[in-house]
């Protein structure tokens, strides 16, 4: 295949635009992408202000401790759920550190929705003092 059909492929598969914005190319001669992110700090502001969470960790990470609010969206189920997701409304897309957060933005992103990814995740989170709801939320 070599180096250019890899690159192609991977274009194919993951198309630029659907993550973040196109900064220019790297010394390889692919697009470099800005996934927007956030870190805890501006989250928290975020937050109080009421916007839409969406964390995709696993359901028994989810309980045993989540962002008070945020809808449980494992990333595994999230390209099959983003219509759940308000339109009109840019997302913040948590997970446990922000590795898992920077995908689920860039699947939301690619559904027509804005998406931010909160570094630090929930883990990040709880180390501040900030607030954990438990259990699924029913």
Known sequence: MGLRGAVDTCARVYPLGYGGEVLGDTPSGMKELEMREVDLDEFA?????????V????????VDGHVPGALLMPLGQLAARTAEIPAGEVVYVICASGNRSREGARIVEAAGRGAVSVAGGTSGWAAHG?????????
Do not use: F, N
């Open 45 to 53: 502001v975020r937050w109080a202000d009421g916007v839409p969470v």
């Open 55 to 62: 964390d995709v960790r696993e359901r028994w990470e989810y």
């Open 130 to 138: 900030r607030p954990l709801d438990r259990g699924d939320g029913s």
